[in-house]
DNA sequence: ATCGCCATTGAACAAAAGGACAGTCAGGTA
DNA sequence: TACCTGACTGTCCTTTTGTTCAATGGCGAT
């Protein structure tokens, strides 16, 4: 069990973290210059309240301050931006300063395995984000469809529906769905709206970096 | 503690998943129609070798046979790919088939407890991923919606189906509904696609007809 | 306390989208 | 010529989407 520490600004702690972790320090946080824990031996609990102090700054600065420490951020507000922003930052978890000392447990115990702990709204954000651009983004797309497959892919990739495409390229309405089943199959999507995210290129996941860190 | 269920083809039990949960069953999974446990008072392992049965869609099978019960995916040959689709298929968990007991009953806390668990390195990627992207969606039009509203319609714009939505808000695909037709209307727009390419800021205009009819 | 907004859901319904199976026709190639 | 691909169409059927009508409960403002 590694040493946790608690910053925050005023002085006070909430009874829920000592709850969670009675034998904690707490200390207030513009601790300037000096070391705040020997290098990876403590978890670092980062209280903020609102942004007056950029979190993510804050968190880049402690985590100068405790090189090789586990820093969770407990936020008096907590919101997904601002939770994509700490993580980003470096901070290894991120929650609501009130959360319950179970909660509070068994975050430490994520993070003090080597892991990264988010909350499930947070989560299933990035997963439902993500999710589409996953598959396999090659930007040349449209290469892949016939002539005609891929005027009706850009139709739809414009919003029209099959009804207005069929009028448009003068073909029945029967033709339209044959050439987008060929187009969904060729390019790995199972719908007209998952096509349109694909050719709009709104994914742009290839830009992502692929991360290996720690 | 909940009741355990390891689901597998082949009826061979790991060692790990033993020590972790000695008390755990052992199911073969094909598990037709019948129900697999009571609703909500289970942990169900889904272990996964390959993608011979899409893992996505057996996980949504197995969500229906066991109604409100956590289910986590034991992956024989994990990657990014799967887990971003199993875990938008509803399941809580992902993870490597032969992770050690420690891990499997750190997991288990987790997802017992209302939680999702994302290896580091997928979770990197979705912060990596979310954060370059979540600053170009375009905020103008959302501010018009509710904050509920706003949930589903984003989801929606990242090309996920009412099903999913309702799934991951934990709410009726109804409900669902009834946000989105309320979207529709204060954005001014006529379908889910439409939405999406509004929130993307996909510029379209040319080739999309305006359309006021119905 | 009444009003309006929001979140939620049900039932029923209509329209759109999409899959399965089957078939014609034109053009190019082994 | 036999074979293949792409464009095109039909019918039948299932799933998904979206609407209409209707209702409940919370919450803040007047």
Redesign the interface.
């Given at each position: 069990m590694k040493q946790h520490i608690f910053l925050t600004r005023r002085s006070e702690t909430l009874p829920t973290w000592n709850a969670a972790f009675p034998g904690a320090s707490l200390l207030p946080y513009p601790a300037s210059g000096s070391q705040l824990a020997r290098p990876g031996e403590a978890v670092i609990w980062l209280h903020v309240a609102g942004d007056k102090p950029d979190p993510a700054l804050l968190v880049q600065e402690v985590a100068g301050l405790a090189p090789g420490c586990c820093i969770v951020v407990l936020s008096n507000v907590p919101s997904d931006?601002e939770g994509?922003?700490v993580?980003?930052a470096g901070a290894v978890g991120y929650t609501n300063a009130l959360a319950v000392p179970?909660?509070l447990r068994?975050i430490a115990?994520?993070v003090e395995?080597?892991?990264?702990w988010?909350?499930?709204n947070l989560?299933?954000?990035?997963?439902?984000?993500?999710?589409?651009?996953?598959?396999q983004v090659n930007s040349s797309h449209l290469d892949k469809l016939s002539a005609r497959e891929k005027e009706v892919a850009?139709?739809?990739?414009?919003?029209?529906?099959n009804k207005?495409i069929a009028r448009r390229l003068e073909i029945s309405e029967r033709t339209v769905k044959a050439h987008l089943t060929a187009a969904f199959e060729r390019l790995g999507v199972r719908?007209?709206?998952?096509l349109?995210?694909l050719i709009?290129g709104?994914p742009?996941?290839s830009?992502?970096?692929?991360?290996?860190?720690?």
């Open positions: 931006e994509l922003a993580l980003e179970e909660v068994q115990s994520v395995n080597g892991g990264l988010v909350g499930p989560l299933q954000r990035l997963i439902a984000g993500m999710a589409t651009r996953s598959t850009l139709a739809v990739a414009g919003g029209a529906s207005e719908d007209r709206l998952q349109s995210l709009n709104t742009q996941a830009s992502a970096p692929p991360q290996t860190l720690h």
